[in-house]
């Protein structure tokens, strides 16, 4: 089949929280029920962090969950297919150099328009107190210089509507789209980034998250299903439109609830020494997909654990082959395996009378 599933690209971390293999879980998850290729997709290419120490880890953690996928994908190991992908749009009359006022901190972090910060869409790496910019990372106030960057525009004409699941994101998808729209977004940093480019005969420091937007067209699969946290909805915005740039790709975004946990469970205890299966089916029953937020609910993760292991076994056959994918119609499979194929009530009901075909 043309199709595969993928995360997008994760930065792996020191420690992995059940909630870092959520989007993972759920990426390995679909691959089996739909039976497609599933890819583990992270994010290496960031010079000032070395995450790369961290990825053994951060698999072998997934593996240890039972989370498996058909492929391993590692932005730093494409870089070159990456960068040539990114100098094609960048030659194109989309990509303008211009002179504006940009907002710098010390450690270089903080790297963006003046003119974009009320929108507070890079709002991941600065925050405002008492009127001025600060660095979440160096905490160092940033200051406003002129400077020449790249800037990608969006253009209309290429911004077509996105395929996201749960459909409430199409909004604010659509928002996105007003916001943006004959806008410019800038693509190229004062740090060195190690990826220059060059336009018009002046070499820039290319944003690395322009660079690795471009991974979609790494596959040979034309259609992908992209699974990340609904707090990159933003990110899934740009990378539609940089790979719509191309129109050969069709992309179904996933934008998995946030989890919260307002009870403050030790989630730490309630999950060691438990199972693999056990984990994953609390993090597959937790999801809420009508909200923005899930919570755990430790009635919830009392109820799965004191199911037989048989039952949780019939579970898991249940949840991972899903019986009506249709790869003519992709949206609508992921709505409706999400929303009705997975329900914790009605699947236990199932494996309680001891349905056979569960
Ligand atoms: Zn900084």
């Not at 710098?104 to 507070?120: H, M, P, Q, T």
């Not at 160096?138 to 525009?153: I, P, Q, W």
């Amino acid at each position: 089949m043309n199709i595969l599933v993928s995360t997008l690209p994760i930065k792996p971390q020191k420690k992995t929280s059940i909630g870092m293999s959520l989007a993972p879980f759920l990426t390995s998850l679909i691959g089996e029920s739909f039976q497609i290729k599933s890819v583990l997709s992270t994010n290496l290419l960031h010079s000032y962090d070395s995450y790369g120490e961290w990825l053994n880890q951060y698999v072998s953690d997934l593996n240890k969950l039972e989370i498996n996928f058909s492929d391993l994908f590692v932005d730093e190991f494409k870089k070159d297919i990456l960068l040539e992908q990114a100098l094609k749009i960048i030659s194109s009359n989309l990509v303008i150099r211009k002179k504006a006022e940009v907002l710098l901190c010390e450690c270089g972090k903080v790297d963006v328009l003046k003119s974009s910060i009320r929108k507070n869409q890079d709002g991941d790496n600065y925050y405002i107190k008492d009127g001025k910019i600060f660095c979440k990372c160096c905490h160092k106030e940033c200051h406003e210089f002129h400077s020449e960057r790249l800037y990608l525009t969006l253009n209309p004409e290429y911004m077509k509507e996105v395929s996201i699941f749960p459909n409430f994101y199409k909004k604010s998808m659509a928002m996105f789209y007003e916001q943006y729209k004959n806008m410019e977004y800038m693509i190229s940093k004062e740090r060195k980034t190690g990826y220059n480019v060059v336009k018009d005969g002046r070499i820039f420091s290319l944003d690395i998250d322009f660079l690795w937007m471009n991974f979609p067209k790494v596959f040979k699969e034309q259609e992908q299903i992209l699974i990340a946290s609904n707090h990159q909805l933003f990110e899934m915005f740009l990378l539609h439109y940089i790979n719509s740039l191309e129109d050969l790709r069709k992309l179904y975004f996933v934008a998995t609830p946030y989890l919260k946990n307002p009870s403050s469970l030790n989630l730490q205890e309630v999950f060691q020494n438990k199972d693999a299966l056990y984990q994953k089916l609390c993090l597959l029953y937790t999801l809420k997909w009508r909200c923005n937020n899930s919570n755990w609910d430790m009635s919830m993760l009392k109820g799965i654990g004191k199911l037989s292991l048989e039952k949780r076994q019939q579970l898991e056959h249940y949840i991972s082959s899903y019986p009506n994918f249709d790869p003519s119609n992709i949206e609508y499979s992921l709505q409706d395996y999400f929303v009705n194929y997975l329900n914790y009530q009605s699947n236990l009901q199932l494996v309680r009378k001891g349905n056979n075909n569960v």
